[in-house]
């Protein structure tokens, strides 16, 4: 499991929103496309992601509507409001600016070579 | 806004409460279906897929808790769950759960009952409009009463007050046409009730237009409380024509409901003009210097300071002492809230409310404490439980919060019976007469105020408690339970240290035993007080207290009146002997004159030889009142005004003024007025002004030579109390039918004077029974703690074979010695305390061994109360259940 790394903090809701934009998901679809999209390389213990799910349905987010699944199960459908995109894209935007400015801080320094 | 939102949230959410779990349920459970179908698609057999589904998702319970927790559905449903889960538990222990709801019942009750009363008197002011700017002018070397014309020289001439009204109190014979009674009256000044700003029930009120000079305004306004008890709420009352004094009022109107007069306790029947005064009392209405009418009183203007007000006074009252030095030598002010009358009697009940409420507060805080201990106790019976359930992944917080639910929801059910019960408590006060001949009433219903401080007293002190355990749950370490070791709460250990619930037990037993020790004494004394030597009889006598001046008769005519009645009496079959006195030993009121040596001619009052209580009986008084003579004879109805004068005195007088009673026997001595009066007779000595004083100098004076228009009817007979009170009503009656009577026993008589024992027995006992009530639940909770911590080491015990001696020795050693030292201190406080309490109640003394013997009993009878739980429980410990359970 050397290649699958531990979520960060506060991490989840935006990983959560970036499923769902995509397209209307249901809990366990927004699983599945979380792992597919960061090539299986976070782990997100599976139950956890409903209090996330929740939480972002609260903020007004998300909503959800009760639907059928590709197998004919019934489920419950996640998309994105507009106040969801917005806020993906505000929270993409810091994500980026955050990790260029952390990952260029870690990067070698030309000294150190 | 937080709070009204998370009440919001409660409330809407308690309905769909059941229907988003449901769909969480079904949410959560429709992703283990779709991974397990998943799963089984990558070939995994049904029955494993769906295990490893299950067991991928993670745990189930807690994360649909989390869920609920943030669809905001937390607040409400945790909260009801904890409710449930309180309620749950204290069903299984009800002892504990009635023990603590009684302790605080009692405790909020205490504390409710007070604050109603502090209230009542001294929060709530007067129950008239804008009460806040109601103030009586005060004089500096006395007190607020007034001459009638200062009053109208104060009310014209101030610049401060809107108006100034006054009145005064007395009490007059009623006659409506059937029974004539006495009536309490506020005699009132017209601008009264408009200086007051209030509206008349019924009919109206007078007014300063009525006023047309002496006795020209013969109207009355009732009371509604008056109305209702002696007119039967009848409408038709206004405009009826009743008897005062024998003299026509006209009845005008009925006042507010709510209202009871200017001066609290005191409620009058009615009110009548005070331009009337002359048909009540004797004062002259133009006098100066005769400060007759009892208290003024009015609103201060808009704008107008109480400094601005007492420097108008004041230059009004300088113009007035240069007028009249004689009469008005020093007319400086203050300014006094009418209620209470100013400081006079507002200063001792303040005084005396705070102690009180102080005291309850006390009381509050020693239960909380105690509940504290026991709720300590029970955390840490329920160690394992609470290790488990954080070995579980239950959060400290929800196990904290699950004990405040059980301690708020015992704090809340305790408080609202302690409101119940203080309710019942003030309605009795508010209708009780504690001296049945004067109007004292206390209102002290009570009010939103009482209720919300009740809550308040309620919640705090739930969270107090429940605070106590807190420590404890902290420290729990989950991994001991798991462990399967024994929980060990680090707290200060039971070893010699003396902790500081140790103190607390030890003070609370302490002042319980004074208080037992007290209220024994008082009780004892109280009861020894009715045998006491009175220097008259209480048994077979009844008291008939009658006036002739309501019944219009005067001067000559007074002395032949009181003969026929006396004769009268004296003629109903049962009846041994009838005596007449213008007052009684034990009485309203004690007259008393200075007496002066045979010898002394300048009769100046330093010059008396001594003061002495001065009653004026006929010949028959002694008889009737069981007074006995020592030497000497009684009085004869030949003795009149043409007689040389005459007296009996007591021992007591006999030994101050003339040194022994032989040499008093025959002896002379003088009263101011100048007469020489002979010594014919000595009679006993006994009690006179109150029930705790020592010896005092008396008099008798025989009624035919000093006329008095009062007149108490003594009356010896063994017949039934009720049949002769009947027949001597019916008596008088065809007499003179407008003649009001007043009959009690003589014992009923008492009253008064038992009023300040009774109260301090009565006082002393409730308190008793709350020390009792601390001191069980203390010992009971220290008790129950200590057994709880060492119930293993009991079954260690029990199983090498320990007697039970030896286990209670373990178990309540400690509890009990605390208990004895605890007790014997209290007891020798007690007992130092028993000499404070013979100055309200006579005969009470500590040195008594019932008074000893009731207080080891009572305390013992306490220490087995409370310890017998714990002590049950802990010879009850079975070692196998115990070894098999670690």
């Known amino acids: 499991m050397t290649t699958q790394a531990q979520l960060l903090p506060g991490t989840l809701d935006l990983l959560i929103l970036r499923a769902v934009s995509l397209g209307p998901l249901h809990g366990y679809g927004v699983l599945l496309r979380i792992e597919q999209i960061s090539g299986g390389a976070l782990l997100i213990e599976q139950g956890a992601l409903y209090p996330g799910l929740f939480r972002l349905l609260r903020q007004g987010l998300l909503k959800a509507e009760w639907g059928v699944s590709e197998n004919n199960r019934r489920a419950k459908f996640y998309e994105l409001t507009a106040t969801g995109k917005r806020r993906l894209r505000e929270e993409t935007e810091s994500w980026n600016r955050l990790s260029t400015a952390i990952a260029s801080a870690l990067a070698p320094q030309p000294e150190e070579i | ?886």
């Open chain 2, 1 to 886: 806004m937080r709070l009204f939102d998370s009440l919001r949230s409660f409330a809407s959410n308690l309905f769909r409460r059941a229907e988003t779990d449901r769909e969480i349920e079904e949410e959560l459970r429709s992703h283990i279906q779709l991974r397990a179908d998943d799963l089984e698609r990558g070939g995994l057999p049904h029955a494993e897929a769906e295990r490893r589904a299950r067991i991928e998702f993670g745990g189930y319970q807690r994360l649909k808790e989390e869920s609920r927790e943030a669809l905001g559905v937390q607040f409400g449903e945790g909260l009801l769950q904890d409710i449930r889960f309180a309620l749950r538990r204290m069903g299984k222990k009800p002892g504990f759960a009635i023990v603590a709801v009684l302790t605080l019942a009692l405790a909020i009750g205490a504390n409710a009952v007070v604050f109603a009363v502090l209230n009542a008197f001294i929060l709530r002011p007067l129950n008239v409009p804008q009460s806040e700017s109601l103030y009586g002018p005060w004089r500096l070397s006395s007190d607020m009463s007034e001459s009638y014309p200062d009053y109208l020289d104060l009310r014209d001439r101030n610049h401060s007050f809107e108006s100034l009204a006054a009145f005064n109190v007395t009490q007059a014979g009623l006659d409506t046409g059937s029974d004539p009674s006495r009536a309490w009256v506020d005699e009132a000044t017209g601008n009264y009730f408009d200086t007051l700003g209030l509206k008349p029930y019924l009919g109206r009120f007078f007014h300063a237009s009525d006023e047309h000079g002496t006795n020209s305004a013969p109207f009355i306004v009732l009371t509604y409380d008056f109305w209702r008890s002696h007119f039967q709420s009848d409408p038709s009352v206004i405009g009826r024509v009743v008897r005062l004094n024998k003299f026509p009022y006209t009845i005008v109107g009925v006042g507010p409901p709510e209202f009871h007069g200017t001066l609290m306790f005191f409620n009058p029947d009615f009110f009548v003009p005070i331009v009337n005064h002359p048909q009540f009392d004797t004062n002259d209405m133009n006098a100066r210097g005769d400060r007759w009418v009892f208290m003024t009183l009015g609103h201060l203007k808009a704008g107008v300071t109480p400094a601005q007000a007492i420097a108008d006074l004041n230059s009004v009252g300088a113009v007035l002492e240069k007028a009249y030095p004689k009469d008005d030598p020093k007319m400086s002010f203050k300014l006094a809230r009418p209620g209470l009358y100013g400081d006079y009697i507002g200063r001792p009940v303040r005084t005396f409310m705070t102690a009180l409420m102080l005291l309850a507060g006390l009381i509050l805080l020693a239960a909380c404490a105690n509940l504290g201990s026991l709720f300590a106790a029970r955390a840490a019976d329920r160690s394992r439980e609470i290790a488990l359930r954080l070995a579980l992944g239950s959060s400290r917080k929800r196990i904290l919060r699950g004990l405040f639910a059980e301690a708020l929801l015992i704090a809340l059910i305790g408080g609202a019976v302690g409101l119940a019960g203080s309710v019942a408590l003030l309605r009795a006060l508010s209708v009780w007469q504690p001296i049945s001949r004067w109007p004292l009433h206390m209102s002290v219903n009570p009010d939103a105020k009482v209720y919300a401080v009740a809550l308040l007293l309620a919640l705090a002190s739930g969270l107090l408690f429940g605070a106590v355990p807190v420590r404890q749950v902290l420290r729990t370490d989950p991994y001991e339970a798991v462990k399967g070791g024994s929980v060990e709460t680090k707290r200060g250990r039971f070893g010699l240290r003396v902790t500081f619930q140790d103190v607390l037990l030890l003070v609370q037993i302490a002042i319980c035993a004074v208080l037992v020790t007290s209220s024994i004494v008082a009780v004892r004394g109280l009861a020894n007080t009715l045998h006491n030597n009175f220097g008259f009889e209480l048994k077979n006598t009844i008291l008939v207290e009658t006036d002739l001046n309501m019944a219009g008769y005067l001067g000559d005519k007074v002395p032949p009146m009181q003969k026929r009645m006396i004769d009268a009496l004296a003629a109903i079959p049962g009846v041994d002997s009838v005596g007449l006195a213008d007052q009684v030993p034990l009485g309203d009121a004690q007259p008393d004159s200075n007496v002066f040596a045979d010898s002394t001619t300048d009769l100046r009052p330093a010059n008396a030889a001594s003061d002495a209580m001065m009653f004026k009986v006929s010949p028959e008084y002694f008889q009737a009142a069981g007074t006995a003579l020592v030497s000497g004879r009684a009085f004869t109805w030949q003795e009149d005004k043409d007689k040389p004068r005459v007296a009996i005195v007591n021992r007591q007088f006999a030994r101050k003024i003339f040194g022994s009673e032989a040499k008093a026997m025959g002896a002379y001595f003088k009263i101011p007025d100048g007469a020489r009066i002979q010594v014919v007779g000595i009679a006993e000595d006994g009690k006179y002004g109150s029930l705790t004083e020592d010896p005092q100098p008396v008099m008798f004076l025989p009624i035919l030579q000093s006329a008095s228009n009062s007149a108490y009817l003594v009356v010896r007979s063994s017949r039934d109390p009720e049949q002769l009170t009947l027949a001597i009503r019916s008596t008088l009656r065809n007499i003179d039918a407008g003649l009001p009577v007043y009959i009690q026993t003589r014992y009923k008589a008492l009253d008064a004077f038992l009023f300040g024992p009774r109260m301090a027995t009565i006082s002393l006992g409730v308190l008793g029974v709350m020390g009792a009530m601390l001191s069980v639940v203390g010992i009971f909770g220290m008790a129950s703690y200590s057994v709880s911590k060492r119930l293993r080491e009991f079954g260690i015990r029990i199983a090498l074979g320990a007697q039970k001696s030896e286990l209670l020795q373990a178990a309540l050693g400690r509890t009990f010695r605390l208990l004895a030292f605890g007790s014997a201190v209290g007891l020798l406080l007690g007992l130092a305390a028993g000499k404070v309490i013979a100055f309200i109640v006579s005969q009470a003394t500590p040195w008594d061994p019932v008074v000893l013997g009731g207080v080891l009993v009572t305390m013992l009878l306490l220490g087995l109360l409370a310890g017998c739980v714990p002590a049950r429980r802990a010879l009850a410990t079975d070692p196998l259940a115990l070894l098999r359970e670690d």
